[in-house]
């Protein structure tokens, strides 16, 4: 694909670019390898939670849904703040909102408490996924963007990572709820962005001060406040029954009910847009069926059906949560280069190669499959590095950081459904290699052509609703190398 050059002024590599972007994008890196720490916490202490509350293990398991009850509502929020007060606020708020809510968890008291902190953790880290995101893009050059969200998603697994040592070295000395405590470290780093960096330039120059219309204008006009604080707590009420698996046989009635709130808030959010923005919702979802299955089922498939013990699946998920950090920063490299869509569908299909070879591999070949579980992350996984360009180019600067929060974290619903959907498969496949095998290959497939096509910008040109969102006002074959 041909690309139009990059003026010679314009930086387009790491070494090029100013001390103060160079200082944004540590900052956010630094702020979302700690969302990564303290959001996978709770899936490492399960069991001496349950032990300890006296719940059984599904029960316990259902805490790990209680943050996506609250995505929606930090992506929505949070993204308002950002787009009405600039990025760098929102991210502060972010960080302070997922730093209380981890050390709170450590101080629950049974099992809604530890729900509610759950929750609260949640909206931070959605408000820190929008608003990381868009400040880091909007302070580097338009050639290097999604370079900079795929360094930027690089920092979440090595959170992780970090998260797991913490867990070897704090839990057997002091107890589960000394990890939780430990959450609290990333408020030094708020302290540290309040004083030292700059506002995102792209905002500061096209939004600012300026009175224009905003996600924060749209939300809370004087006519919408009131009703739109009633849906929010509908909705959060309806997701809080339907995640802790206290809502019975009125479960199928919530899930509509929960559908329409989220379209009423896309609806407000897009105008006439508020399609595409449904498109987006749809395609995020689809991400996280063939991503999430894996990545919360493969330590259970490690251990019952091929047998490795504690320290084998261990080294295993590190290698696995490398290869998503190394994949994520290749696919920001390859994205300038080739163009998102195109990189982001070319990994897409890469990855299909090595999925069935990971699941196919008898016991007793370790290192084999670090190699094939790192090569299959960095390319399925780590593509996703792309996403926040994608996303964030359907929607103007002025909306950017609710458009692409609140996209994103509706969609990251389909990390709380992956998990029952892979238990499901299996038990009618007779196999757990076999269901995550096949909602992989599948929603991948899905995923792809979703991307390749361009449906939600082709939804959206169709629509003839002028925009300056830069899917929306000029197709990607014509852009520059950072579109």
Not at 104 to 121: K, T
Not at 240 to 268: D, E, M, N
């Amino acid at each position: 694909m041909a690309t139009t050059p990059t003026p010679p002024d314009v930086p387009n590599s790491f070494r090029q670019l100013s001390r103060s972007q160079r200082k944004a994008f540590f900052a956010a890196w630094l702020g979302y390898l700690l969302d990564g720490f303290d959001f996978i916490l709770i899936t490492l202490v399960l069991t001496e939670i349950a032990a300890d509350f006296d719940l059984s293990l599904t029960q316990a398991a259902t805490l790990v849904s209680a943050a996506f009850v609250s995505r929606w509502l930090g992506g929505l929020a949070l993204g308002a703040i950002g787009d009405r007060f600039g990025r760098k606020p929102a991210m502060i708020l972010a960080i302070l909102a997922f730093s209380i809510g981890s050390a709170l968890c450590g101080f629950a008291w049974d099992y809604w408490s530890l729900f509610l902190f759950r929750a609260i953790v949640g909206i931070g880290m959605a408000g820190e996924y929008g608003a990381s995101a868009t400040y880091v893009m909007e302070s580097w050059p338009t050639s290097m963007r999604n370079r900079a969200t795929g360094f930027l998603l690089s920092a979440y697994p090595i959170g992780t990572v970090l998260a797991a040592l913490a867990y070897e070295v704090i839990v057997p000395a002091g107890g589960w709820r000394w990890l939780f405590y430990a959450g609290i470290v990333p408020i030094a780093l708020t302290l540290y962005l309040r004083r030292s960096l700059p506002e995102a330039a792209e905002w500061e120059a096209e939004v600012g001060g300026r009175a224009e219309a905003t996600t924060s204008s749209v939300l809370f006009a004087p006519n919408r406040r009131i009703p739109n604080i009633a849906l929010a707590v509908v909705l959060s009420g309806a997701l809080v029954l339907i995640f802790s698996r206290t809502g019975g046989g009125a479960i199928p009635y919530l899930i509509v009910l929960t559908v329409l709130c989220l379209v009423a808030f896309a609806v407000q959010l897009a105008g006439r847009m508020w399609p595409v923005m449904i498109a987006i919702m749809l395609t995020v979802f689809c991400a996280f069926l063939y991503s999430w299955p894996i990545q919360s089922l493969l330590p259970t498939y490690l251990k019952t059906e091929l047998g490795y013990d504690a320290g084998q699946v261990s080294n295993a998920l590190t290698w696995a949560g490398l290869g998503y950090a190394a994949g994520s920063c290749l696919a920001g490299i390859v994205g300038d280069r080739l163009g998102t869509r195109r990189a982001y569908v070319l990994g897409l299909f890469v990855s299909l190669a090595f999925v069935f070879p990971v699941f196919a591999l008898p016991a007793g070949n370790v290192v084999l499959l670090w190699v094939l579980l790192f090569a299959m992350q960095a390319t399925s996984q780590g593509i996703s590095g792309l996403l926040p360009k994608f996303i964030g180019d359907h929607f103007p600067t002025r909306l950017r950081a609710a458009g692409l929060g609140f996209s994103y974290n509706v969609g990251a619903l389909g990390g709380a459904v992956a998990p029952l959907a892979g238990a499901a498969i299996a038990e009618e496949f007779g196999s757990l290699g076999s269901a995550l095998t096949t909602l992989a290959v599948s929603l991948t497939v899905v995923v792809a052509l979703i991307i390749g096509l361009d449906v939600p910008a082709r939804i959206g040109r169709a629509l003839r609703v002028p925009s300056d969102a830069p899917a929306l006002s000029t197709p990607e074959r014509k852009a520059s190398s950072g579109s």
